[in-house]
């Protein structure tokens, strides 16, 4: 028996011809909250499941960097005038004026009102940035910032009259329609010697052996800002939040308000609503589980990347050995334990990953060391003070890349862990990965001449 109560009927009903709208539009925004807590929620966990490099220990591919802005001839902003490596401004101009239009009232009698009109219009606008070093307490690394996702301190924002200085001063002479005569001056900007946080593809200089931070179409993430990482990944976590709930609300709007034309009753209105918001709840869990299972699989890939930074510098350094082995034989000639010592550094020529049987990737300088020492006539040998010197160096960097591999793999051994990750885990099928266990090696610093 249909429901005669009239309260109990929706008042929609009376809008019926724009149901169909109202309910595309939540859906539609519902569909794009959904993308937006998604997208919010991968680049909150990748910042989080990124270890943080040294300067030094940059190696190919996705590196997160924190230091100070450093430059040897930085730029001067255009508003505040500091010294920056970027800046952006902007000079908007306040107008107003009064609108008389015509309307028809209920009775269907024309009549006339006024309404006033108000608004900021931008009338300048620019900014600058340039190549620059992020620098730590090991060395400094170039970054190219073209092309990258840049968040900067505000540095100065003045709203002033026509009388002011600043208006004619910094801001163009003609005037907008209607204007008020006053603006407003906004301006941001990376000083020098502000820390950074950075996230980017690291790739090889082409002028000198050495990495640098640039632009690269197929990073998953290129930002510089002066925020804190907690800042940013707290800001993404709301972000993921906030978009969940209000997809959750749209989605059981349009649901509602879709199908009361149809159901007519409002109790039935709501339930499909709840219906629908249940709906938007299952996609949402599952890009969750979605987004979790890729930050994993993204984990572990990073761990066989370092392991493999840390392989390319092995090659190096068995590269060397064969030279330094034959300089040593040839002045050494066939005394015991020099040839044990060379015994034992040949066997690190090869070297195996952590957790598989082999010899594990130990540092060869001090046993180098040792023998240079048993034979002073070799400290004249300019040829083997060279591959002394690329040996020695090619220790650091593996001590580095061997400190990122550890990194990563207790970032990805953590992860796996925590609740409810662990669970996803253990349903891919995701072991915990091992360690490195070697002694350490002195590093060396980049030294650069900067900008006071």
């Excluded at 966990?45 to 270890?51: E, F, K």
């Excluded at 005038?81 to 800046?87: I, L, T």
Aim: net charge negative; with cysteine.
């Amino acid at each position: 028996m249909r429901d005669e109560n009239p309260m109990n009927t929706l008042p929609i009903i009376a809008l019926e011809n724009w149901t169909p709208v109202i309910a595309g539009v939540g859906g539609v925004i519902a569909i794009i909250m959904l993308f937006v807590a998604m997208r919010a929620n991968k680049r909150g966990r990748l910042i989080s499941d990124v270890p943080t490099s040294k300067t030094s220990g940059v190696f190919i591919g996705l590196v997160e960097l924190k230091g100070t802005a450093e430059s040897e001839s930085p730029l001067t902003s255009f508003l505040d005038e500091c010294h920056c490596v970027w800046f952006q401004y902007s000079i908007a101009e306040h107008w107003s004026r009064t609108v008389t239009e015509t309307y028809t009232d209920s009775d269907g009698n024309t009549k006339t009102r006024t309404r006033r009109e108000s608004g900021w219009k931008t009338v300048d606008s620019g900014g600058s940035m340039q190549p620059f070093y992020l620098k730590d307490e090991v060395g400094a690394v170039r970054v190219l910032p073209e092309g990258a996702e840049i968040s900067g301190d505000g540095v100065f924002s003045e709203t002033v009259s026509r009388g002011d200085p600043l208006y004619y001063g910094k801001g163009p002479a003609m005037a907008v329609a209607h204007s008020d005569h006053r603006r407003r001056f906004v301006e941001t900007a990376i000083r020098l010697h502000v820390p950074l946080y950075l996230m980017g593809p690291s790739r090889l200089r082409e002028d000198i052996v050495a990495p640098e931070i640039a632009h690269d179409k197929y990073a998953q993430l290129f930002m510089i800002s002066t925020k804190s990482e907690e800042s940013i990944v707290k800001g993404y976590t709301w972000q993921f939040v906030g978009c969940g709930l209000l997809g959750a609300i749209f989605a059981g709007v349009g649901a509602g308000v879709g199908t009361s034309s149809i159901v007519m009753t409002r109790e039935l209105a709501i339930l499909y609503g709840i219906l629908g918001a249940v709906v938007y709840g299952l996609f949402f869990a599952m890009g969750w589980i979605w987004t979790v299972y890729n930050s994993l699989i993204g984990l572990r890939n990073r761990v066989n990347q370092a392991w493999s930074n840390v392989d390319v510098e092995l090659k190096r350094r068995s590269d060397l050995i064969p030279n330094i082995v034959k300089s040593i034989e040839a002045a050494s000639g066939h005394e015991r334990e020099v040839q044990e010592e060379l015994a034992a550094i040949r066997a690190q020529a090869g070297v195996t990953q952590p957790g598989d049987s082999g010899p594990d990737p130990e540092g060869v300088a001090g046993r180098l060391i040792a023998v240079v020492e048993r034979y002073p006539e070799l400290k004249t040998n300019g040829n083997f003070l060279h591959l002394q010197e690329q040996l020695i160096d090619t220790e650091q960097r593996i001590a580095l890349a061997r400190e990122y591999y550890n990194e990563s793999v207790e970032y990805y051994n953590n992860r796996r862990e925590v609740v409810p990750d662990r669970f996803i885990a253990s349903l891919a099928g995701m072991p915990p990965k091992p360690y490195i266990q070697a002694e350490n090696f002195e590093r060396a610093a980049v030294k650069v001449d900067f900008a006071e």
